[in-house]
């Protein structure tokens, strides 16, 4: 049995001589241990000669992927790494078998010390303490040496430290130097320039562009407390939203006494624009707000936006309006002194070839949109609101809804305020037996007909 301990445990260099020599020596992979620690000799027993380069080839991709997987955190790295080297003397091509379990266990590996010298490279800080700038990381993996040359090309002019649990780099401007793990409380906590750039972050700071998912995803919440703009996220979306509502909630009173009662609206719908809490704005043409008087007794909620509405900007006059139209002309209700507007604001599609194919929106989506409605309501405080489909129900309702059970009969919303469900106009263009459609369609005017008597007002 051999025993192979190395310095350091991302000693590329090391492994590399000792995994050449015992290759060489024709040392099976069950026959190493391998450790990290301090020892005079690199073999603790039956030292084998060193091998000159020639003696071995192996494909230029293993090594590459061998100087990311040494830096990686799992124990068992340099057996596995040493299995496959040994595998490649018989088949060169085993790494190129992305199904082969050993090749796929080091790519995994080998992804995960990517993404982690990516996460140093962007979420590191310096604070400005005693003349030198210093930063706190903690890194998944050994990465801190292998990203010294990077924050050196970045920072050359500069004087650094970046202190981490095991070890720190220090640059005093001509050489790097190293020394042992240090804790959190070594690091400053702030300076002057960390509050300028508060500042800056602020004032710039779009809360409908913020989607808390996707920063979690890229940023996980361990590296926030090395950030100095996410501590201010949380308060400045709540800020955001308290402004939001208060200028609803005094627009509303205004709104009694004679004055614009379309001043939060506009509002609303200008913040509602440029929202990207959701992917969908990436591919539609717009975003697609609610229209209508908003003093209106009756709120339409459709599903979302279709391709021509999507291109027009505004809600149902598309086939599905049309249709939407006629019914409300044949119940007794005048489509102008309504609010129409849909669950989610985007077109959401699949492209084949020319034509763009609705696609239904998913739950999050549905739940993303939630409070652009939430808004609505407030503004527009219908007496009524429908719910055309079962999406504009969930939306509504906050959990699935079918239609079937739930048509044609007053409804309590959570937040109070009565509903209505009934289908949508787009589900009676998707029947193919003319009767059949002929039959859904009287029974979608006759919804509208009940909604218009439950106000108790006259054919409009």
Partial sequence: MRTVVLDQPDDFEAWRDAARSLT???VQPGNVVWQVGSASDLFASNPIPHSSAGELCVPRDFIGLAK????????ERFSILYALLHRLQSNR?????????MVRRLDEMAKAVRRDVHKMRAFV????????????????????RMNAAFFISRFANMQWSILTP???????????????????????SGDPIEDVWKTYY???????????????????????????????????IAAAQAREAAMITQARQTATVGADGKVAWYALREEAIACKRCDLHKCATQMVFGEGPVDAEIMFVGEQPGDQEDQAGRPF????????????IAAGIDRAHTYVT??????????????????????????TCHWWIDQERAIVTPKITVALGATAARSLFGKNMTVGPSRSTPLTLPGGGEAWVTVHPSYLLRIDDKAMAEVEYRRFVEDLTMIRKRLGGPEQ
């Fill in 93 to 101: 091509r085993v790494i190129d078998d992305r199904a082969d379990p």
């Fill in 24 to 26: 060489v020596s024709r």
């Fill in 317 to 328: 006059v598309g086939p599905a309006g049309q249709v939407f139209d006629r019914a409300l």
């Fill in 125 to 144: 800080r310096f604070r400005e303490f005693d003349g030198r700038f210093v930063a706190w990381f903690e890194p998944d993996h050994h990465i801190v």
């Fill in 202 to 236: 602020a004032s710039i700071f779009n809360p409908a562009r913020v989607k808390i998912s996707a920063m979690t995803k890229e940023m996980p919440k361990k590296y926030w407390k090395n950030m100095p703009e996410t501590a201010l996220v949380p308060g400045l």
């Fill in 166 to 188: 095991e070890i720190s780099i220090h640059w005093n401007g001509e050489t790097l130097s190293e020394s042992g793990g240090a804790t959190r409380t070594d690091a400053p």
């Fill in 342 to 367: 849909n669950a989610v604001k985007h077109f959401k599609f699949e492209q084949r070839g020319k034509r763009r194919i609705h696609a239904k929106p998913n739950a999050g989506e549905i739940q």
């Fill in 68 to 75: 990311s997987v040494v830096c990686h955190r799992d124990p």
